[in-house]
């Protein structure tokens, strides 16, 4: 088995292909490995790849676009009968379906849809709040 090729990259573009997308990364001349530059166009590979953020590190996704994971998180919950269970016993929720958790979770936050959560920054750190709660009571 021959040794991972490791490098740094920044991506320039996408675009799609008739044999799938294209993803075009630029690395510096001093990243670049010499058994990559030997290998044949057509080259095979399997790739692993971890977004960096400004401190070096590998960044979590939601910190990146912590408005859409919200939508997306708010989404999930409302289909969870735990958390309509969690909901129910603290008396906020009567009825313990999608639907009723869905109103109930757009009024508590005072937004319309959920959707709101990729741009109301106060709900969406009210709705992080309850969210970290249940979390807790679930862990118990």
Same mark, same amino acid.
């Given at each position: 088995? @021959?040794?991972?090729?490791?490098? /740094?990259?920044? =991506?320039?573009?996408?675009?799609?292909?008739?044999?799938?997308?294209?993803?075009?990364?630029?690395? &510096?001349?001093? +990243?670049?490995?010499?058994?990559?530059?030997?290998? *044949?166009?057509? @080259?095979?590979?399997?790739?692993?790849?971890?977004?960096?953020?400004? $401190?070096?590190?590998?960044? +979590? !996704?939601?910190?990146? #676009?912590?408005?859409?994971?919200?939508? =997306?998180?708010?989404?999930?919950?409302?289909?969870?009968?735990? *958390?309509?269970?969690?909901? &129910?016993?603290?008396?906020?929720? #009567?009825?313990?379906? /999608?639907?009723?958790?869905?109103?109930?979770?757009?009024?508590?936050?005072?937004? /319309?849809? !959920?959707?709101?959560?990729?741009? $109301?920054? @106060?709900?969406? $750190?009210? #709705? $992080?709040?309850?969210?970290? @709660? *249940? +979390?807790?009571?679930?862990?118990?």
């Amino acid at each position: 088995m @021959s040794e991972p090729i490791q490098f /740094e990259a920044i =991506k320039t573009a996408l675009k799609q292909s008739k044999e799938g997308y294209v993803l075009t990364l630029a690395i &510096h001349p001093d +990243e670049i490995n010499d058994d990559l530059m030997r290998d *044949f166009i057509g @080259s095979r590979y399997v790739v692993v790849m971890v977004r960096l953020g400004d $401190n070096e590190q590998p960044m +979590e !996704r939601e910190d990146a #676009f912590p408005g859409d994971m919200a939508v =997306k998180i708010a989404g999930m919950l409302c289909r969870d009968k735990e *958390f309509w269970y969690w909901l &129910h016993r603290k008396e906020w929720l #009567f009825e313990q379906n /999608e639907a009723a958790c869905t109103d109930w979770l757009c009024s508590y936050l005072d937004i /319309e849809s !959920r959707k709101e959560l990729k741009t $109301n920054e @106060s709900a969406r $750190n009210l #709705f $992080n709040r309850l969210r970290e @709660s *249940f +979390e807790h009571w679930r862990k118990e």
